[in-house]
T-cell receptor
Framework: GENVEQHPSTLSVQEGDSAVIKCTYS??????FPWYKQELGKRPQLIID?????GEKKDQRIAVTLNKTAKHFSLHITETQPEDSAVYFC????????????????FGRGTQLTVWP | DGGITQSPKYLFRKEGQNVTLSCEQN?????MYWYRQDPGQGLRLIYY???????QKGDIAEGYSVSREKKESFPLTVTSAQKNPTAFYLC?????????????FGPGTRLTVT
């Protein structure tokens, strides 16, 4: 099955700085890569995702990049704010060519991001 | 809240007792999932179900059982065979087909077994 590795496990940044979290995956057939944010005591929530037919996707201060050749994808948060403090999880999955997803998600172990004011 | 509910929020049991965690969704989602979350371990898949009356084992199914008799409901039973059941349990669901692959999570149940 798929193996997703996530680094670093903890990350501390000063407010306003950028944060980068990196993940690698093992299954070359994986083609859907979501990122979830989980605040303390809350449920994980999708913040951004990318499919293998694009190399980069942005949504305001967050962006995700994908390198299929290296089997590597990253989350970039710019102008960090204290409310960005949370655990971030990357994941990988296969999706059928037709667009319907039958594959399960494989999660990384998470990164605890702390943004200091 | 995403239309997924889990109850109760906190659950305490004595060792040797079976316990059932509830997961209900009103999103008309086909697929449902159970994850276990421990500090530093990420989200580990216990069981998942793509359609009613069908389910598959995930990575850590030993000591757990599920049923999927209705589309809206996917209860998880933690049996006495589970050696270390104290954890945070998350249920999730998603719509199969269509353009969105997003999994929606419930609020979780924190189980403590003593």
């Amino acid at each position: 099955g798929e193996n997703v590795e996530q680094h670093p496990s903890t990350l501390s940044v000063q407010e306003g700085d950028s944060a980068v979290i990196k993940c690698t995956y093992s299954d070359s057939a994986s083609n859907y890569f979501p990122w979830y944010k989980q605040e303390l005591g809350k449920r994980p929530q999708l913040i951004i995702d990318i499919r293998s037919n694009v190399g980069e996707k942005k949504d305001q201060r967050i962006a995700v990049t994908l390198n299929k050749t290296a089997k590597h994808f990253s989350l970039h948060i710019t102008e960090t704010q204290p409310e960005d403090s949370a655990v971030y999880f990357c994941a990988a999955s296969r999706a059928l060519v037709s667009g319907s997803t039958l594959g399960r998600l494989y999660f990384g172990r998470g990164t605890q991001l702390t943004v200091w004011p | 809240d995403g239309g997924i509910t889990q109850s109760p929020k906190y659950l305490f049991r004595k060792e040797g007792q079976n316990v059932t965690l509830s997961c209900e969704q009103n999103l008309n989602h086909d697929a449902m999932y159970w994850y276990r979350q421990d500090p530093g371990q990420g989200l580990r898949l216990i069981y998942y179900s793509q359609i009613v009356n069908d389910f598959q084992k995930g990575d850590i199914a030993e000591g757990y059982s599920v049923s999927r008799e209705k589309k809206e409901s996917f209860p998880l039973t933690v049996t006495s065979a589970q050696k270390n059941p104290t954890a945070f349990y998350l249920c999730a669901s998603r719509l199969t087909g269509g353009s969105s692959y997003e999994q929606y999570f419930g609020p979780g149940t924190r189980l403590t077994v003593t």
